[in-house]
């Protein structure tokens, strides 16, 4: 009986350790979903304001449209930059996200031994109920 008590207390700091685990995990997707979000607005932003520039026709001489032409350019090199990295930023955001459904298993299947463990130690500490009577006829009936 000291062993099923000793397993359990074993099994129920396995879970905290697992449930620290997950929320180490939940913080973890929840960074890598903002810097994602960040990532996609600053590439959008920087895609709006080149085509924003782009648009433009206000331009006096052949110097100011290439020092325009340079700078929609720049930006554009920006924005794709910036897209590359919310893809990069999209994937790990993915992985934690996997990461995030493998510890909460893990943690759901410790608790779920534990409960089991705690079932088996109070039915091994009740008394069983005995009767007076015998049975008769078959176990058929």
């Given at each position: 009986m000291n062993a099923d008590r000793q397993r359990l207390v074993r099994l129920r700091r396995l879970e905290k350790i697992r449930a620290i685990a997950k929320q180490n995990a939940?913080?973890?997707?929840?960074?890598?979903?903002?810097?994602?979000s960040q990532l996609k607005?600053?590439?959008d932003r920087t895609r709006q304001l080149a085509a924003d520039y782009a648009s433009r026709r206000e331009m006096t001489d052949?110097?100011?449209?290439?020092?325009v032409g340079n700078f929609i350019s720049g930006l554009q090199a920006i924005s794709r930059s910036t897209e590359g990295d919310a893809q990069r930023a999209q994937s790990i955001a993915d992985a934690k996200q996997i990461l995030l459904a493998a510890?909460?298993?893990?943690?759901?299947?410790?608790?779920?031994r534990a409960t089991l463990q705690e079932r088996m130690i109070a039915k091994a500490s009740q008394t069983p109920a005995l009767s007076g009577r015998r049975t008769s006829g078959t176990g058929l009936e």
């Amino acid at each position: 009986m000291n062993a099923d008590r000793q397993r359990l207390v074993r099994l129920r700091r396995l879970e905290k350790i697992r449930a620290i685990a997950k929320q180490n995990a939940v913080l973890e997707a929840a960074q890598a979903e903002s810097t994602l979000s960040q990532l996609k607005s600053l590439s959008d932003r920087t895609r709006q304001l080149a085509a924003d520039y782009a648009s433009r026709r206000e331009m006096t001489d052949g110097a100011a449209l290439h020092q325009v032409g340079n700078f929609i350019s720049g930006l554009q090199a920006i924005s794709r930059s910036t897209e590359g990295d919310a893809q990069r930023a999209q994937s790990i955001a993915d992985a934690k996200q996997i990461l995030l459904a493998a510890a909460e298993r893990r943690r759901a299947a410790i608790e779920e031994r534990a409960t089991l463990q705690e079932r088996m130690i109070a039915k091994a500490s009740q008394t069983p109920a005995l009767s007076g009577r015998r049975t008769s006829g078959t176990g058929l009936e």
